[in-house]
């Protein structure tokens, strides 16, 4: 699941945005070597989310992979298109990155068919590639709006996942939940510290 | 401290340790109790009466990523020489068990326990509730995997009975803190991928077919948590009474829709329901879709609604239907069918699995209905008394 990583079980390749920004989006643009080298460069707009399967790496429901970023990212059958607004990624208390989210729709343009598959597509922010300060003022300032800043170098990460499934959550979630019965007996532990009445 | 090579952490960036319980049980417990070296040492041993819990994320982390969970080993020693009950005591606090025990299966078969405990600031009788939340995972013992174990997951109340003669050995603990889920809706879906999860997403929460024995309840109390909130709101222009005041953990916990799970469609409670209901409704995925479902196998079962009553005979149904389901589920995971899972002779189970039935039941219809009537204190007391002594009973049957 994890890569070609000799890591125990449990390990699972679940990397926060400031990871896949700083640890590798911003090495990939910056020509050095990720390690580990996990994962894959693709021609974006050439495959449908549901052909990532074994091109892109993939950690539980979610494929990762870099690829260059293009005005029109049309696939085969269909395209991504934006939705939301973006968000700013940050690190250490500076904004790194941003993070758009696209959904896939099937079909011509007007009378496509949205998809539950969901993109998260991470460019890098100007004056990041190197370790440049310069711009932080005007990085503050995109968060609100629409229009982000130039955006330094085209590399971009994505993540792809199918938004039916658990995989945005985290892999299993459920399990740091308490189901909703604990949630009752939790409740019901109160009534043990109300003093009953004794018989 | 983090697991380490030459003093470099050598968990690579984007990986973390969030094992499933299966690798938990299976791979790290198992080891542990046959004392076979597990490569690096993510799992720590720790001892539980010297640990608080806020200073375990600190004991227990693993590489240098953010951690929303920690795990360790712990070595459980009885109370008193004597008894069976374990020492869970600290400094500033004590964990207490809440709930029941579930059981943990993987694709085969049952391989060990799961005991929720609460971490609670203080001493015993005045202890103050905190959010620090313990699963303790057991490995089965292998004497007792075949008969008298599988009672224990059906028992609702005690979680002390299960665990006669189990409080000796290694456990597998997982801390978390745990979520508000009031306000986690809100920030959440700002925060997680934005849309993404708005659109379509609704059902993101939903949860593989592993926790769906948990979904079928989930579903459940949120259909009695709407009721519960309407009848509330129905008589919300009485002033605070005593009532009202004892309601208030029950709202916290069924009031806020929030958390509440919806189902995927093939999960064995959609099906359950579609059992009751003889047609499969292929309704689309939405907050809807339970009260359609429930009110469709109402007209077909009940053609006379009278108000709230036929509410709450519906919910006595969907948990026998769900008790049959997790019953079947303990016998095997892909057979949801009512009664052709489980062999016949199984009484001791049956008769858990009733009890089991008639306490939830009593004590869902207590409570809320007390709460519906807004009655009196008497139907509280009863309300406890009857579970204080289903606790008593089950602390007999071992």
């Known amino acids: ?199 | 401290m983090s697991i380490s090579v030459n003093g470099q952490s050598c968990v690579p960036p984007g990986f973390r340790f969030h094992p499933t319980e299966e690798e938990l049980l299976n791979y790290y417990l198992r080891k542990k109790v046959a004392s076979e070296e597990i490569d690096l040492d993510v799992i720590r041993d720790v001892d539980l009466n010297k640990l608080e819990p806020w200073d375990i994320q600190e004991k227990c982390k693993i590489g240098s990523g953010p951690q929303n969970d920690w795990y360790f080993f712990s070595h459980k020693d009885k109370k008193y020489p004597t008894g069976t009950r374990t020492n869970r005591a600290t400094a500033a606090g004590f964990w207490k068990a809440t709930g029941r025990d579930k059981a943990i299966y993987n694709a085969v078969k049952r391989i060990g326990m799961r005991k929720t405990l609460v971490f609670y600031k203080g001493r015993a009788p005045h202890g103050q509730k905190s959010d620090w939340i313990m699963h303790e995972y057991r490995l089965d013992d292998p004497s007792s995997t075949t008969d008298a174990a599988p009672t224990a997951t059906m028992v609702v109340s005690a979680s002390t009975s299960s665990d006669a003669g189990q409080e000796d050995g290694w456990v597998v603990c997982r801390v978390f803190k745990k979520k508000h889920h009031h306000k986690d809706a809100g920030a959440g879906n700002g925060k997680r991928g934005g849309g993404g999860r708005d659109d379509g997403g609704k059902a993101a929460r939903s949860s593989s077919p592993l926790y769906s024995s948990d979904d079928a309840l989930d579903q459940i109390l949120h259909y009695m948590g709407r009721s519960c909130k309407q009848e509330h709101e129905l008589s919300s222009p009485r002033p605070r009474t005593a009532t009202s005041r004892y309601l208030r953990p029950l709202e916290t916990v069924l009031g806020g829709h929030g958390f509440m799970k919806l189902p995927p469609l093939e999960s064995p409670s959609a099906a359950a329901t579609a059992r009751n209901s003889t047609t499969t409704p292929l309704a689309p995925k939405g907050d809807g879709n339970v009260e359609r479902e429930v009110a469709h196998a109402e007209d077909l079962h009940q053609p006379h609604r009278d108000g709230g009553i036929t509410d709450w005979a519906m919910m006595d149904r969907l948990v026998a239907s769900h008790l049959n389901g997790q019953h079947d589920a303990s016998t095997d995971q892909l057979c949801f069918d009512g009664t052709a899972g489980h062999a016949g002779g199984n009484d001791a189970l049956d008769d858990t699995a009733v009890n089991g039935l008639a306490f939830y039941s009593a004590a869902a219809t207590r409570l809320l209905g007390g709460a519906a009537a807004g009655s009196s204190d008497d139907d509280l007391w009863s309300f406890a008394r009857s579970a204080a002594s289903s606790e008593r009973l089950s602390h007999v049957s071992p």
């Not at chain 1, 539980?60 to 934006?82: E, H, L, V």
């Not at chain 1, 758009?100 to 460019?123: C, D, R």
């Not at chain 1, 996942?161 to 995989?167: K, Q, R």
């Open chain 1, 1 to 199: 699941m994890g890569g070609s990583t000799n890591l125990p079980p449990g390990f699972h390749f679940f990397p926060s945005d400031e990871e896949l920004v700083i640890h590798f989006l911003r090495r990939k643009a910056a020509l050095l070597p990720c390690r580990p080298d996990i994962v894959p460069t693709l021609p974006q707009n050439r495959y449908d989310p549901w052909e990532l399967n074994g091109k892109a790496l993939q950690a539980g429901n979610q494929w990762y992979f870099f690829s260059q970023a293009t005005q029109s990212r049309a696939s085969r059958n269909g395209c991504w298109n934006p939705i939301g607004a973006d968000e700013a990624v940050s690190s250490g208390g500076s904004h790194v990155g941003l993070k758009k989210t696209l959904v896939f729709s099937i079909g011509e343009p007007f009378q496509a068919t949205k998809t539950n598959w969901v993109m998260h597509e991470y460019h890098l922010l100007d004056g990041n590639v190197g370790t440049s300060t310069s711009g932080s003022s005007r990085k503050r300032s995109h968060k609100k709006k629409g229009q982000p800043d130039k955006e330094c170098s085209n590399w971009v990460v994505c993540r792809v996942f199918e938004s039916s499934y658990d995989s945005q959550v985290t892999f299993h979630e459920e399990d740091m939940e308490l189901s909703c019965l604990d949630e009752v007996f939790l409740s019901l532990d109160d009534y043990d510290e109300v003093s009953l009445p004794k018989n």
